[in-house]
């Protein structure tokens, strides 16, 4: 595999690791104020990126190649309201899916025609995870001024339950 290629990957087991343990401090943030909806929404989401993780790590093995795991940042969010951390999710993703982009130009620029058909899930993916955050942001400005529509928005968001990925290697 490409030098560069591999690099980015590896990094991005790092990252969806990180993904993962952002939205556990999400989620724990809605137990403490009594929202376990939303709590529940990101523990499922906290999955999500966990699988996304090792599918990395499965490809990377599959090819071949070593996997190395780094250190893993602490989550540093600031929550004003129960909208923080719904922003700083959608905020979160634009920048994975940039980091998705990165890689798919990279494994492009040196016809890597394997990395590309891996990522092409991922990119997709991406998609939906964006398209998830920014709905979960528009629900809650809607429903989220009183107490009744906040109530079941949590109870719509306590149903969410984890499914393993779609894309199997
Ligand atoms: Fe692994 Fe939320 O992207």
Do not use: C
């Not at 969806?16 to 104020?33: G, I, K, M, P, R």
């Not at 940039?98 to 394997?114: C, E, G, P, W």
Request: no cysteine; proline share 1%.
């Amino acid at each position: 595999m490409d030098e560069k290629v591999y690099k980015l990957l590896n990094e991005q087991v790092n990252k969806e690791f990180y993904s993962a343990y952002l939205y556990l401090d999400f989620s724990n943030y809605y137990t403490e104020v009594g929202l376990d909806g939303f709590a529940n929404w990101y523990k499922v989401q906290a999955q999500e990126e966990r699988d996304h993780a090792l599918l990395m790590m499965q490809f990377l093995s599959n090819n071949g190649e070593k996997v190395t795991l780094e250190a893993i940042d602490k989550p540093d969010v600031k929550y004003t309201s129960n909208m923080s951390a719904l922003e700083k999710g959608l905020e979160h993703e634009k920048y994975v899916t940039s980091l998705i982009n990165a890689i798919y130009d990279a494994a492009n620029k040196v016809k890597d025609f394997r990395t590309l058909q891996f990522l092409d899930w991922f990119v997709k993916e991406q998609g939906e995870e964006e398209k998830n955050a920014d709905d979960l942001i528009k629900k809650m400005q809607i429903f989220g001024k009183d107490a009744h529509g906040l109530y079941a928005l949590n109870t719509e968001l306590a149903a969410r339950v984890y499914t393993a990925p779609s894309l199997v290697l």
